[in-house]
Structure formats: structure tokens, C-alpha cells
């Protein structure tokens, strides 16, 4: 039986992963995101966080090597115009583990070379979603198939070139309809060039609708009824978005899910305040529905106590994250 709960007594006083999101702007228009419906709506602006609030979350988790950095969420990290000075801050001051989530639009092989080079971070996980260039256009929404395809290329050559094996490369994919049944095709070719190849089930909920809710495009593949299990982000994640705001869903376009502000109190105290200890004793207790804002979500099912990014990450860099 699963035992859901804090991993160590570490996992306590800090979150594992902290998930920035740096920016809410990104360059792509893809079907299985919420971020074209998030900004075409009259309530968006569009974001870059602050440099004083980066220094604030780097400063912090300084002071805990053993949690992840994670960029990602809301938008596309490298369209933020301090995105190398950021990474920069960060490895200077020695943050543990820093995964970039990336769709590699703008990862050109000059920036690259600089992310290898300097080591800014550990894992750099690129979002492809598709085999072939139709397919790629059909889901992400745009024409770069090639200019990814080459650059993403040219950073596992570069690394060969450097020595830098111990910067890791994962690619991964959404196993949805628009992927045309790509996705063998897609571990095939990429598995002997990356150290890892990620394929996620699609989860029709909060990063869709930008809401927790049912499969409302039908595209959701069904799942045998089961226990509701807690969340294990309340547990493992925390999430920043860009504008300095502490969130407890990763999912969260809209700051429903606030437990505090950065400009008011540090991720340690947010992360062991009474409010989140509510949300925990919720999801433990099998009471999710009297919490508006997870009440109908249905990636709880994407999120296994037992298999999740941790387990991807300590694949590939060979350690205990957790």
C-alpha cells in the first residue's frame, strides 16, 4: 500500500521541486495547452518576473541543494530577455538540480553551446509532440518543426563535442489523437540520442480549460474507476508564478490556487503554513471536493505516487531526489 506523505524530514520544511514559471509569453499555439485561450483573454498581460523576485527564490533554495529547480509552466523560459543572466544567478549560487522545460524555438546553437559550456543546468527537457512536421504543425501550432528538429540535433552533437555528458537531454511527447500514432516512430528514433524519452498520457483538465474539469474535448483516454489518491504535489511541488505569487497546483493559470506572495513571506514559511497543511489534511482524508479548485481535476490520475518526473530525473542524473 502506498503510503502518501512527506518523503523525508527534509521534504518538510522545503518543498523537493520548486516550479517557476519566469514568463507567462510563449511562441507556440498548442492544442493540448491552455496558454492560446489564457492569452487572448481580455484579463491577460503579458509578464517577465522581476530580477529581485529570481534572486529572492534562488537565494532561498540555496540554502536546499537537494530541491529541484524547475523552470516551466505558464509560458516559454527562454522568451524571458534575462533568461541566461537568470540560470547564471542560479548556478553561481549553487542550486541543486535546474531542469529547463523548453519547447527549443529559441534554444539556437549559440545558446546551447553557452547552456553546455557554463553547465547553467542539469536537465534541459524539450516539449517535440511529434515525429513529423505535419503533425508538429497540427499540435503545436506553428511552422518551426525544422528549426527544432536542427537545433535540438546540434545540442546533442555539442555535448558529444564538449564532454558535457553530465548535462542530460530528454525529449518527450503527449500520447493524443493529433500524434497520428507517432509515437513508437518517436521513442525509436530519439531513444539512441537522448538519455531519456518522456511519453505523457494526455490529462483533458486544468491545462486545457484553465480549470480543473471533465474531459470536456473527449479526447481523454478512459481510466478504470479507482480510489482517489491525495495529490502528491502537495507533498512534493511548489509552484512561483511569474509575478511572484506561491501557487500549490502546477496547473494553475490563473492563481486560484494562491497560498501567498514571495513579497510578503519565504517559500518555507508558505510551504509550512496552516493553509497548506489544510489543503494536505483535504486530500488525505478523501475530501478533495470541498476544495473548489480540485474538486473535478482529473490529473491526479498523471500524477502516481510511485512514478512521476522525480523518477525521470533520477533516471537520468543517477541519484536520490527524493
Not at 527534509?10 to 509569453?25: D, E
Not at 555528458?165 to 525529449?171: F, G, R, S, T
Not at 481535476?297 to 536520490?320: H, I, N, P, S
Amino acid at each position: 500500500m502506498t503510503r502518501y506523505g512527506f518523503d523525508s524530514d527534509k521534504a518538510k520544511l522545503f518543498p523537493p521541486m520548486v516550479v517557476v514559471s519566469i514568463t507567462n509569453i510563449c511562441n507556440q499555439r498548442c492544442v493540448h495547452c491552455h496558454w492560446p485561450a489564457f492569452a487572448a483573454a481580455e484579463t491577460y498581460h503579458a509578464l517577465e518576473m522581476p530580477f529581485d523576485i529570481w534572486t529572492k527564490i534562488v537565494d532561498e533554495m540555496s540554502q536546499h541543494p537537494q530541491s529541484i529547480l524547475n523552470l516551466g509552466t505558464d509560458g516559454e523560459p527562454m522568451t524571458h530577455r534575462r533568461f541566461l543572466e537568470m540560470l547564471r544567478y542560479a548556478r553561481a549560487k549553487g542550486v541543486g538540480p535546474i531542469n529547463l522545460t523548453t519547447n527549443a524555438v529559441l534554444l539556437t546553437p549559440e545558446k546551447g553551446r553557452i547552456i553546455l559550456e557554463e553547465r547553467l543546468v542539469d536537465v534541459v527537457n524539450v516539449s517535440l509532440d511529434a515525429f513529423t512536421e505535419q503533425t508538429y504543425k497540427a499540435i503545436r501550432g506553428t511552422n518551426h518543426f525544422a528549426k527544432v528538429h536542427a537545433n535540438l540535433l546540434e545540442l546533442v552533437e555539442t555535448r558529444r563535442r564538449l564532454g558535457r555528458d553530465e548535462v542530460k537531454i530528454q525529449v518527450n511527447m503527449i500520447d493524443q489523437p493529433e500524434a497520428n500514432g507517432e509515437v513508437e516512430a518517436f521513442r525509436q528514433y530519439w531513444t539512441p540520442l537522448v538519455d531519456n524519452v518522456m511519453i505523457r498520457t494526455y490529462y483533458d483538465a486544468t491545462h486545457v480549460i484553465g480549470k480543473p474539469g471533465p474531459n470536456i474535448t473527449g479526447k481523454q483516454k478512459p481510466f478504470p474507476p479507482e480510489e482517489r489518491w491525495p495529490c502528491q504535489q502537495f507533498w512534493r511541488r511548489l509552484n512561483i508564478a511569474e509575478d511572484g505569487t506561491i501557487r500549490y497546483c502546477v496547473d494553475d493559470w490563473y492563481n486560484e490556487s494562491k497560498v501567498g506572495h514571495l513579497r510578503d513571506q519565504t517559500m518555507a514559511e508558505a510551504w509550512q503554513s496552516p493553509a497548506y497543511d489544510h489543503y494536505r489534511r483535504l486530500h488525505l482524508e478523501g475530501r478533495q471536493s470541498e476544495n473548489p479548485f480540485c474538486a473535478d481535476c482529473t490529473e491526479w490520475q498523471g500524477m502516481r505516487w510511485d512514478f512521476d518526473y522525480f523518477v525521470a530525473m533520477e533516471k537520468m542524473l543517477g541519484k536520490k531526489l527524493l
